[in-house]
């Protein structure tokens, strides 16, 4: 089974600061990488992907991809209260089952006023 | 008013009942999966399927059984052999298989009674 590792949390951070999340994985074949956003109660939201080494912008969001360290990270700016949610990595290995998406168990933000 | 929708929102199971949760999406995507979540975890992958009258096991099929009769929909059915059925379940698809960013819907909460 391919591991993609996330610090459980929670992770506080100010409103208007930085939040930085980080996710490694185990599968160095791994090509493409998600991060996507679930507030409680409620199904995963696709923020963005990426698939190639450095950065990727979107808005205030940046993925960050180094494939030599097995590691990606999601830059939040600015960060608002709406932030608060669970933030679960994603990275597209080879399993028994073919291909598939690996989970993270996913990272809590919390963004105090 | 194109996504993913999933019926009911929640679902009661008596002991030794088959349950059914509904997946049905209008993205026209080929490929469409159900996933479980459990409290802390990461989303496991049940059953997947990249085209109408085909699918293939996940890493946790076992209790569980689906159909693709329509590229439309998706239904997973929960049988009496799944003695821990409790939790979040939640179906996605995507354009492919090849083409691994996957969109979720609302989600089903399966409880037992």
């Known amino acids: 089974q391919k591991e993609v590792e996330q610090n459980s949390g929670p992770l506080s951070v100010p409103e208007g600061a930085i939040a930085s999340l980080n996710c490694t994985y185990s599968d160095r074949g791994s090509q493409s990488f998600f991060w996507y956003r679930q507030y409680s109660g409620k199904s995963p939201e696709l923020i963005m992907f990426?698939?190639?080494?450095g950065d990727k912008e979107d808005g205030r969001f940046t993925a960050q991809l180094n494939k030599a360290s097995q590691y990606v990270s999601l830059l939040i700016r600015d960060s608002q209260p709406s932030d608060s949610a669970t933030y679960l990595c994603?990275?597209?290995?080879?399993?028994?089952?073919?291909?598939?998406?690996?989970f993270g168990k996913g990272t809590s933000l919390l963004v105090t006023p | 008013d194109g996504g993913i929708t999933q019926s009911p929102k929640y679902l009661f199971r008596k002991e030794g009942q088959n349950v059914t949760l509904s997946c049905e999406q209008n993205l026209n995507h080929d490929a469409m999966y159900w996933y479980r979540q459990d409290p802390g975890q990461g989303l496991r992958l049940i059953y997947y399927s990249q085209i109408v009258n085909d699918f293939q096991k996940g890493d946790i099929a076992e209790g569980y059984s689906v159909s693709r009769e329509k590229k439309e929909s998706f239904p997973l059915t929960v049988t009496s052999a799944q003695k821990n059925p409790t939790a979040f379940y939640l179906c996605a698809s995507s354009i492919s298989r090849a083409q691994e960013t996957q969109y979720f819907g609302p989600g089903t909460r399966l409880l037992v009674l």
């Open positions: 994603a990275v597209r290995g080879y399993s028994n089952s073919g291909y598939a998406l690996n």
């Open positions: 990426i698939y190639s080494n």
